[in-house]
């Protein structure tokens, strides 16, 4: 047995620190339930689907005939965006406060019982999501001039946008020297 193992017949919960008490439990036992077959073919199933969907994006785009309307991809790719921000919220924030939340050993020791990290971290996290795709938008604008207050958004969207380098003409290369 451990130098460092409770003793259940020892503690008496009236006078012992919440604290320690809960650290205690956490410690006692483990979440897996032995599903590992099942948790490595979810991650092959969404690498296989999600690569699928982006080549068919791709092939759409070149493909004459199987081109998308403009509105339907517009609406498949905010939907699947709020998809995947909805489901962060609600399988990784439940776990996030279950693990360093205020009722735990973590949230209840050092700094970390100051302040509820979860939603700090979440709120963290959304902002530099956001900044992030603030930065490369302006990129792609200085890049290759591309505004959203130009053209047409279904030329935009599908790659025929003119940009300030359509109207340079090459001109051959003359060899009379």
């Known amino acids: 047995m451990a130098a460092n193992a ?4 020892l503690v008496n919960l009236t006078t012992a620190d919440p604290t320690q008490v809960i650290c205690a439990l956490d410690a006692s036992g483990s979440d897996y339930d032995g599903r590992l077959g099942a948790r490595i073919s979810a991650l092959f199933v969404i690498l296989i689907v999600s ?3 982006t080549f068919f994006l791709v092939a759409a ?3 004459r005939w199987l081109k998308i309307p403009l509105y339907v991809y ?9 998809v995947i921000v909805a489901t962060a919220f609600i399988h990784l924030l439940d776990p996030a406060y279950s693990e360093i939340g205020p009722q735990t050993c973590v949230g209840m020791t050092g700094r970390w019982a100051q302040y509820s990290w979860p939603p700090a971290i979440v709120l963290v996290s959304v902002t530099v999501i956001f ?3 603030l930065g490369a938008e302006r990129y792609v604008e200085a890049k290759y001039g591309v505004h959203h207050h130009q053209g047409n958004l279904e ?6 946008a003119h940009t300030h380098h359509d109207s340079i003409t090459p001109t051959p ?3 009379d020297d």
């Open 61 to 63: 785009k070149r493909v």
């Open 173 to 175: 290369i003359s060899h």
């Open 6 to 9: 409770i003793n259940p017949e």
């Open 131 to 133: 900044l992030l795709d």
């Open 51 to 53: 690569t699928a969907v």
């Open 74 to 82: 517009l609406f498949a790719r905010y939907f699947g965006a709020g």
């Open 155 to 160: 030329d935009i969207a599908t790659s025929r």
